[in-house]
């Protein structure tokens, strides 16, 4: 009898484990899609005209139509799209390239090397974390202006090497990469900037790859920084340059969405091409002490 109640038992769980792990994915599947419900909304809507986006009559557009598009792109001095879309892709690229950088150098010297105080300084750069950006906008914006740097790409650029999420996370990632190999590598008579760009960099490609996609969404995305630290229209990115379709009286509704649809097309490219990176890469950085 005993017997017969355990195998009873285990059919009895083995039989509710499916229904769970459907569950399960039901939830993730409906939050996925409440996620990407508003992308979606934005690319739909901008192929409406003014009349359906103004008054809503359904998810998608009754009359289909490019014209908000054809006005953007017909209007090129009055709407400088291409020149806010390069500035956007110019200055998120070399930002990205910065923070690359000057993050895994500070990391391999946090992580890797015998330097005194390296805790203590480790600890204030994580500290740095929980001070809000919008705090460090006057001084910066007063360094800037002293250094000649206001209303150029590089009020943008040369700020964003302070960040210290890139230094956490890549030290994270260095801790876990075996010591032997660079005890090897010191044999065959290496150096330590040998040792970091032929031995650690390669070694934590999922590491940069996450950090950069990141970093290049987050200053893609940026918007205070270009509104504060910028003045010429023909300096804007794209986010300051969709603001300007709003007014305090009027807002067009159509050219905002066409121009938020181009925005979004880079990031959602940039993506799904290194999507496999970013999962692997906050796989694999975990915290280690």
């Known amino acids: 009898m005993m017997a017969e109640e355990k195998n009873h038992g285990r059919r009895g769980n083995h039989g509710t484990i ?7 994915e039901a939830l993730i599947v409906a939050g996925a899609l409440l996620l990407v419900a508003p992308v979606v909304l934005i690319f739909l809507t901008a192929f409406k005209p003014d009349a359906e986006i103004v008054r809503f009559q359904g998810i998608l557009p009754r009359h289909w139509t490019w014209a908000n598009f054809h006005q953007i792109f017909d209007n ?4 400088p799209i291409f020149r806010w879309l390069w500035n956007s892709c110019f200055i998120s690229t070399l930002i990205t390239c910065w923070v690359l950088l000057l993050d895994s150098l500070a990391a391999y010297g ?10 203590i300084a480790f600890s204030v750069i994580v500290a740095t974390l929980m001070i809000p950006g919008q705090i460090l906008l006057v001084p910066v914006y007063l360094i800037l202006n002293r250094m000649g740097m206001l209303d150029t790409p590089w009020a943008l650029i040369v700020p964003a090497g302070a960040g210290a999420f890139g230094v956490f996370l890549l030290h994270q990632f260095f801790l876990g990469i075996p010591r032997d190999l660079e005890d090897a590598a010191a044999i065959d008579g290496c150096n330590r900037l040998r040792i970091y760009w032929h031995l650690i960099l390669p070694l934590s490609k999922p590491a940069l790859a996450t ?9 893609w ?4 920084g270009p509104l504060v630290f910028l003045d010429s229209v ?11 379709f709003q007014t305090s009286y009027y807002t067009e509704y159509g050219l905002s969405l066409a121009a938020s649809v181009i925005c979004t097309i880079p990031v959602l490219i940039a993506f799904v091409l290194f999507q496999r990176h970013i999962i692997e890469g906050i796989t694999l950085s975990g915290l280690k002490e």
């Open 18 to 24: 499916p229904y769970r792990k459907i569950l399960l």
């Open 76 to 79: 090129v001095e009055e709407i």
């Open 110 to 119: 946090l992580a890797r090397l015998n330097l005194p105080g390296k805790k």
């Open 211 to 219: 950090l950069g996609i990141f970093v290049f969404i987050g200053s």
């Open 221 to 224: 995305n940026d918007f205070l």
């Open 234 to 244: 023909d300096q804007y990115t794209l986010p300051v340059g969709v603001a300007l």
